[in-house]
T-cell receptor, first 112, second 113 residues
């Protein structure tokens, strides 16, 4: 089954404690991205990757890092989380040939 | 820059009634257009998409949407709403050629008995 898998689904952490949210896709998609969803703001892109070792900032990259060492994986790293990063995070992937994004189930992060 | 406007934050519809959710976009050319649905606690599921061709597109779950270039709109419709349609609906556009989706702020649909 074609899917995008995020882990964990839920995470509560404390300010300043580094964390990683993993994302993996099994569709051999070149393009992967991270979005955050906040009430009244919809989804906003954090970072994206066009292919292995190619990443770039989206609209709200501050406080986040990403890496793309393998085609299937695109982890999101928060090196020093702060309460304003409390949000619902989605990973998405798509083929460069067709801009139809497949989304993971989401990760609800709470930073206290 | 691209933008998407969903003017209705909440909409309440009686079960069995028809539904129309509004979406307006700002972009110089014809973008790719999408509607996604998010059920409570779930991820985003693609309902339908418009890339080119026929301006009336059919999607899953009985939804359809019509692209109107003159109005820069891509409204979502369903002739008869079911209680299971209660969810949040997002309109999105992609027009840069770089796969980035720009989302509207969403419309929450409530279905009354």
């Amino acid at each position: 089954e074609a899917q995008v898998t995020q882990n964990p689904r839920y995470l509560i952490t404390v300010t300043g404690k580094k964390l990683t949210v993993t994302c993996s896709q099994n569709m051999n998609h070149e393009y992967m991205s991270w979005y955050r969803q906040d009430p009244g703001l919809g989804l906003r892109q954090i970072y994206y990757s066009m292919n292995v070792e190619v990443t770039d900032k989206g609209d709200v990259p501050e406080g986040y890092k990403v890496s793309r060492k393998e085609k299937r994986n695109f982890p999101l790293i928060l090196e020093s989380p702060s309460p304003n990063q409390t949000s619902l995070y989605f990973c998405a992937s798509s083929s460069l040939a067709l801009p139809e994004a497949f989304f993971g189930q989401g990760t609800r992060l709470t930073v206290v | 820059a691209q933008s998407v406007t969903q003017p209705d934050i909440h909409i309440t519809v009686s079960e069995g009634a028809s539904l129309e959710l509004r979406c307006n976009y700002s972009y110089g050319a014809t973008p790719y257009l999408f509607w996604y649905v998010q059920s409570p606690g779930q991820g985003l599921q693609l309902l339908l998409k418009y890339f080119s061709g026929d301006t009336l597109v059919q999607g899953i779950k009985g939804f359809e949407a019509e692209f109107k270039r003159s109005q820069s709109s891509f409204n979502l419709r369903k002739p008869s709403v079911h209680w299971s349609d209660a969810a949040e609906y997002f309109c999105a556009v992609e027009g840069t050629g770089f796969q980035k989706l720009v989302f509207g702020t969403g419309t929450r649909l409530l279905v009354s008995p």
